[in-house]
């Protein structure tokens, strides 16, 4: 069993700055993949940016130039540093780990508001 635990989040207003973190804990041999999607009301939680072991990243266009992903401090733990926020970057953020994404293990979501 796998413990996927996020922090950080808030609100904040346009063109601020808020930093996700998390962890994974537990059977986590079988993590590769670390990741973050966001949800909004109405619509599916969507990838915003991913890293893998091996180094590889990914970012969805939007967000390219504005946030960067990868390890926080130590193996098995991500954060998702988010710059020159907008509005449209408000949702709940879930941190996703795996062989590949979406993985198996979630985290129970955090709040990210900006207002305008």
């Known amino acids: 069993q796998v413990q996927v635990v996020e922090s950080g989040g808030g609100q904040v207003q346009a063109g601020g700055s808020l930093r996700l973190s998390c962890v994974a804990s537990?059977?986590?041999?079988?993590?590769?993949?670390m990741g973050w999607y966001r949800q909004v009301p109405g619509k599916q939680r969507e990838l915003v940016a991913s890293y893998t072991v091996g180094g590889s990243t990914y970012y969805e266009d939007s967000v390219k130039g504005r946030f960067t992903v990868g390890e926080d401090n130590g193996k098995n733990t991500a954060y998702l540093e988010m710059n020159s926020l907008k509005p449209e970057d408000t949702g709940v953020y879930y941190c996703n780990a795996g062989w590949v994404l979406p993985g198996r293990y979630w985290g129970q979501g955090t709040q990210v508001t900006v207002s305008s």
């Open positions: 537990g059977h986590t041999f079988s993590i590769n993949s």
